[in-house]
């Protein structure tokens, strides 16, 4: 019984509330009306974020470049310049190369995959969590 009676307290607080707002001609400020602290937030539109600015480099030598050969689903052959520490995924999409990474690479699924010729797997150092 004392819960609905509360209940109805604070329902008729906030009627009172909506009425007295329903007077006000700036939402944008604050009212505090009957112990009820109503705000309003702000909506801002702003161009796409990417991924930090360093996929989004160019290297800076010839000893930071990567030869990457993207091959799509119909066997068409994209040669790409990378850098050094780039990650495959971003490099595809800054050149317009369509792959699908559910997880925009936070290592979260497998959509996206890289095949590495066994000559040149061989050649790698052993894989680690940097």
């Known amino acids: 019984m004392a819960a609905s009676m509360k209940f109805c307290k604070q329902l008729l607080l906030l009627s009172r509330s909506l009425r007295q707002l329903s007077r006000c001609r700036k939402w944008e400020t604050q009212f505090l009306l009957h112990g009820l602290k109503v705000q309003t937030r702000s909506f801002k539109l702003q161009g796409p974020l990417y991924h930090g600015g360093f996929e989004w480099e160019d290297p800076k030598s010839e000893d930071e470049v990567v030869n990457i050969t993207y091959i799509t689903r119909d066997g068409e052959r994209i040669?790409?310049?990378?850098?050094?520490?780039?990650?495959?995924m971003y490099l595809a999409h800054r050149h317009n190369i369509e792959i699908e990474g559910a997880c925009e690479a936070s290592l979260a699924c497998s959509t996206c995959h890289v095949y590495v010729k066994d000559e040149y797997y061989d050649k790698l150092p052993e894989p680690d969590e940097k």
């Open 79 to 88: 040669p790409v310049r990378g850098k050094v520490g780039d990650n495959v």
